[in-house]
């Protein structure tokens, strides 16, 4: 198991939270409490960094979900930077690659909504 970190900083208007490790039962709360605070700031444009990820199970999948969630509710557009293989994976499964806002790299955030 990789330890697991987030970093939170910024690319123009758009607030970035990336993490790095094991995003599973037992980093979700801080994983989820660092996106909820880069929430706070009522950014346009939040995008959450997955690259650095070893693994994710079904409960950070949750954490993704609800920030999702939360974005629509807040008319804020959420990104995800795709994570590694083992990572995607778990979106493929399922389905959620079909409906989240996903780019490959920060170049292709842009400002507009996808």
Do not use: H
Not at 66 to 95: C, H, M, W, Y
């Amino acid at each position: 198991m990789r330890s697991f970190s987030v970093e939170t900083g910024s690319l123009g208007d758009a607030t970035v939270v990336s993490l790095s490790g094991d995003l599973d039962l037992s980093t979700a709360k801080r994983a989820e409490q660092a996106i909820e605070d880069a929430e706070k700031a009522s950014p346009p444009v939040l995008v959450i960094d997955l690259r650095g990820l070893s693994f994710m199970d079904s409960t950070g999948l949750r954490v993704v979900v609800s920030a999702d969630k939360r974005a629509g509710r807040s008319n804020r557009r959420l990104v995800l930077i795709q994570g590694p293989a083992p990572v995607r994976r778990v979106f493929e499964i399922t389905r959620l690659d079909e409906r989240l806002d996903i780019v490959d790299t920060p170049e292709e955030i842009g400002d507009e909504r996808r």
